[in-house]
């Protein structure tokens, strides 16, 4: 799903996408000049290995995501720190922000029930 920025306004645009058991739910709105907010929620389920046996299991998922996209490259004014994606075709892949969330998620440390015991 993409979405062309330049469409988004103060009235929130709503989206949904799934992936396999995930689903990826939220808006975006206009922030100001450049930037768009993006505040969605990730629920569902994730296949992953446990980092210390190896064994498959599932992973229940439940997270908040909130970040801007910025429409061309991101010139922070001052010493605001914020997280930033930065579109340089004027458009955002939702499907692909998924991806990239599932990936964070699964590079954190996860142990199978059996190894939390």
Known sequence: MRIVLRKVTKTPLDFEVKSDEITFKGYLGYHNAKLILLKAKINGRLKKSCDLCAEDFYLEVNEDVEFFINDGIFEDDGNTILDVVESLNGNVDI??????????????????????N
């Open 95 to 116: 499907e692909e922000l998924l991806h990239s969330e599932i990936e964070l998620i699964k590079s954190d440390y996860h142990l199978c029930d059996n190894c939390k």
